[in-house]
């Protein structure tokens, strides 16, 4: 079946810090990625998604490109701020069509 | 905001009671999901529906059961309920049944106490 493999958290940061939080993934055929982050006490909102191999998705500055040949997906963004903590998740969506997620990874920023 | 809305937000109630919890979709969404979050298991798929017709199901157990009405709402009803069921419920939506972003609402937070 499909598999998420996050990071283990939580990750501590201080602002303008570099980030990267890594996902790899067991899936049969073509699935979609996508990231989604979680802010303190409230749902999830999609941050970014790629749908086929080599795609970039990206948002608020956040990157990803899914990498069929090593199956990852990992979230990078240049310069973290404190607005940026939460929850992150990294999810496919397979031929089931519906999300498979894995554990999320807690981010700290530090001022 | 999303577009998805669920109702209530915070619910507590006792052991062996039953609670029902309701979902709006994205207006024209066809689909509708429900998912547990809680710290052991994380995020779990519960089931799925379509235009009014269960699609898929995931980790839902016996006691738990869902419906997708005419008007596309939805709900999802837990009976019997136990400690471990304390969770956070999200609905979520998307416009077809496959090839669409999934939109999550903000959950409804289940104790049982």
């Known amino acids: 079946g499909n598999s998420v493999t996050q990071m283990e958290g939580p990750v501590t940061l201080s602002e303008e810090a570099f980030l990267t939080i890594n996902c790899t993934y067991t899936?049969?055929?073509?699935?979609?990625l996508f990231w989604y982050v979680q802010y303190p006490g409230e749902g999830l909102q999609l941050l970014l998604k790629?749908?086929?191999?080599?795609d970039k998705g990206s948002n608020k500055g956040f990157e990803a490109t899914y990498r069929k040949e090593t199956t990852s997906f990992h979230l990078e963004k240049g310069s973290v701020q404190v607005s940026d903590s939460a929850v992150y998740f990294c999810?496919?969506?397979?031929?089931?069509?519906?999300?498979?997620f894995g554990s999320g990874t807690q981010l700290t920023v530090l001022p | 905001d999303s577009g998805v809305t669920q109702t209530p937000k915070h619910l507590i109630t006792a052991t062996g009671q039953r609670v029902t919890l309701r979902c709006s979709p994205r207006s024209g969404d066809l689909s509708v999901y429900w998912y547990q979050q809680s710290l052991d298991q994380g995020l779990q798929f519960l089931i799925q529906y379509y235009n009014g017709e269960e699609r898929a199901k995931g980790n839902i157990l016996e006691r738990f059961s869902a419906q997708q009405f005419p008007d596309l709402h939805s709900e999802l009803n837990l009976s019997s309920l136990e400690l471990g069921d304390s969770a956070l419920y999200f609905c979520?939506?998307?416009?077809?049944?496959?090839?669409?972003?999934?939109?999550f609402g903000e959950g409804s937070w289940l104790t049982v106490v």
């Open positions: 899936a049969t055929g073509y699935p979609s």
């Open positions: 790629a749908t086929k191999a080599d």
């Open positions: 999810a496919l969506r397979g031929s089931a069509r519906q999300l498979t």
């Open positions: 979520a939506s998307s416009e077809g049944h496959g090839g669409n972003t999934i939109y």
